[in-house]
């Protein structure tokens, strides 16, 4: 099936709210195997709403609109589907039924103008809402090819109605089973990625892989559609194999589990403990550990040591390597991780001591450079990481995840790599 997502409000067009619902629903729809080729976002204009209903019947099987079913003039969605489908709204008996008592429950009289709310198609299917006052329906065209589902705009009512009352009466309408895993890399940028997956994306047929990015990380969605699940999944896990012979080094996960969660996880596993020594980054590492429940198995502290006095008196770092190197300096790193290990007593140190900008940077460390530090019992090891922003939370940020990443390289690696 191929599907159009229309979002009707002119509220959404001003930028007043963001619309959350077209990304849940693009990705259920996904989910289902149904490709989603248009977004389509159309202010409270019935003329607009037609041409936009018209131009995604041409190609589309499913069109799913949210908003414009409530009781206001400009909730008008129900009246266009109707003329482009060939319907007329007809009173529900059912849903006025409804509305009179849950009106009566609350205490409050009903408007005449709430009575809109129960004009439905004649030929649709009502999707009963029982989070909201606006019904939901599903009407096919004449001749049953096409077909539009309407949802409310209020995200936890759209949620509901989906899954609900939308989401039964989809499945079995894919063709095939669609199977997918979302593979998470740090370290490897988007374009580098197509890179080194060109031959791989260039002839995909099926499975297919998409590339996403965000600050300092990079997805790859590998999906597959089958006449069964086993078969899709065997041939993700395949495509999968043939990814990380390529960049196995960057992948930190292949089931979509975000870099902090994995960390905690493997130091669960290993029953070790961890605490941070930071400076630019300000406590947003301890911040990203502390968001993950049961973390406190684990988590024992982080020191934000800013100035040289404290990491001097915190940590114990030589007054003498602060003066030679600089705060900002591998030494530094070093010394910070080891003294948060001393003091904290935890199994692992980390640190990460740089310029966070936007002012600040030199020709030789400019803004954005950051040193990090990991001590263990038998070893320390130090990283350089550069971030070309002048933003002060992206590089701060990716200094978060650079830390998280030498953990999580540090819990994999074999002794002989240590």
């Known amino acids: 099936m191929k599907a159009s997502i229309i979002s009707v ?71 266009v589907v109707c003329q482009v489908l060939e319907d007329e709204l007809v009173m529900n008996d059912e849903w006025l039924d409804f509305l009179h008592a849950r009106f009566e429950k609350r205490g409050r009289v009903m408007t005449d103008n709430n009575r809109k709310q129960a004009l439905l198609p004649s030929r649709s299917i009502m999707l009963h809402n029982d989070v909201g006052s ?60 197509e890179t080194k997956l060109l031959d791989l994306i260039d002839g995909q047929t099926d499975p297919t892989l ?40 960057y992948v930190y996960s292949c089931d979509d589990e975000d870099l902090v969660r994995l960390v905690v996880r493997k130091l669960m596993e290993k029953n070790l403990t961890i605490a941070a020594a930071e400076s630019c980054t300000g406590g947003m590492f301890g911040a990203a550990m502390t968001d993950v429940p049961g973390v406190s198995a684990v988590f024992d502290s982080s020191l934000v040591t800013y100035s040289n006095e404290a990491k001097i008196r915190e940590l114990g770092v030589d007054p003498g390597t602060l003066e030679r190197f600089g705060a900002v300096s591998e030494e530094t790193a070093r010394e910070m991780a080891e003294g948060v290990r001393r003091v904290s007593g935890a199994d692992i140190g980390v640190s990460v001591t740089g310029i966070a900008g936007p002012d600040g940077g030199t020709d030789e460390k400019p803004v954005g450079t950051v040193y990090l530090g990991l ?44």
Not at 217 to 238: G, H
């Open 210 to 249: 998409a590339t996403y990015a965000k600050e300092g990380e990079c997805t790859l969605r590998i999906a597959s559609k089958r006449a069964t699940e086993a078969e899709a999944e065997a041939a993700v896990n395949e495509m999968i194999d043939a990814v990380k012979e390529r960049i196995g080094e």
């Open 134 to 193: 606006a019904p939901g329906f599903v009407l096919k065209d004449p001749a049953e090819k096409k077909t539009i589902a309407c949802l409310p705009g209020p995200p936890r009512e759209m949620r509901w109605l989906f899954e609900q009352r939308l989401e039964p009466l989809l499945s079995g309408k894919e063709e095939g089973v669609l199977f997918h895993r979302m593979i998470r890399m740090f370290g490897i940028g988007e374009s580098q990625l």
């Open 9 to 79: 409000g002119t509220e959404l067009l001003m930028g007043e709210i963001v619309n959350t619902n077209t990304v849940y629903l693009s990705q259920k729809l996904n989910d289902h195997g149904i490709d989603v080729l248009y977004h389509h976002t159309v202010g409270d204009n019935p003329d607009r709403l037609t041409r936009i209903l018209r131009e995604s019947l041409e190609d589309c099987d499913l069109i799913i609109t949210t908003g414009g079913l409530g009781p206001t003039q400009d909730d008008m969605t129900k009246e």
């Open 375 to 418: 001590a263990t019992a038998d070893h320390t090891v130090c990283r350089l990481s550069t971030w070309n922003s002048q933003n002060r939370r992206s590089n701060r940020n990716y200094a978060v995840l650079n830390m998280l990443d030498m953990v999580r390289r540090e819990l994999d690696a074999s002794p002989s790599e240590k």
